[in-house]
T-cell receptor, first 113, second 111 residues
């Protein structure tokens, strides 16, 4: 196990709703990255948080937003949910923004109906 | 990475055989490449990485080969075991604080 935890494990929402997903990073890691993994595909980078600031962003609309707290845990917020937002959301923690040493959590499975 | 929807390429091997999983990457400026293993219901698990200035790197039962000329990466698993059954992804660093993942290959190990 990596020491990265995510909650909840599963979630069902309806279109138009808002959702908050949570991630606790591995001990000592100050960077959290979020990825979206659609069924049958590889993870796609959403954004990264380092020292409580967004430190890089992929091709996702502004309704995907995040936070990082002083203890380095992080939240992913998605507003105005769409059916295509149904996916596994993964967070990965690392040290000092080093994407090559990312450790992934088990993910949160989101279903939008 | 390219999308293959629900139909991941599948490699089926007999237990004890060697497995070779291939990956084509797109960014010639990538500094390093990583292979991840993802079991059902779990997040990706790091297997092995390789820097762009290397051609080969070996780990325990695994070897990664990098061919920069044709932008090709492969993962070799020796003496494949049932516990190796999973989806395998290659990922490359693209310099945007992110990893770019390939579409994945499902490895099925037959007992």
């Amino acid at each position: 196990e990596t020491g990265v935890t995510q909650s909840p494990t599963h979630l069902i929402k309806t279109r138009g709703q808002q959702v908050t997903l949570r991630c606790s990073s591995q001990s000592g890691h100050n960077t959290v990255s979020w990825y979206q993994q659609a069924l049958g595909q590889g993870p796609q980078f959403i954004f990264q948080y380092y020292r409580e600031e967004e430190n890089g962003r992929g091709n996702f609309p502004p309704r995907f937003s995040g936070l990082q707290f002083p203890n380095y845990s992080s939240e992913l917020n998605v507003n105005a949910l769409e059916l295509d937002d149904s996916a596994l959301y993964l967070c990965a923690s690392s040290l000092d923004g080093r994407e090559e040493t990312q450790y992934f959590g088990p993910g949160t499975r989101l279903l939008v109906l | 990475g390219e999308s293959v929807g629900l139909h991941l390429p599948t490699l089926s091997v007999q237990e004890g055989d060697n497995s070779i999983i291939n990956c084509a990457y797109s960014n010639s400026a990538s500094d390093y490449f990583i292979w991840y293993k993802q079991e059902s219901g779990k997040g990706p698990q790091f297997i092995i990485d390789i820097r762009s200035n290397m051609d080969k790197r070996q780990g325990q039962r695994v070897t990664v080969l990098l061919n920069k000329t044709v932008k090709h990466l492969s993962l070799q698993i020796a003496a494949t075991q049932p516990g190796d059954s999973a989806v395998y992804f290659c990922a490359e660093n693209t310099g945007r604080r992110a990893l770019t993942f390939g579409s994945g290959t499902r490895l099925q190990v037959q007992p």
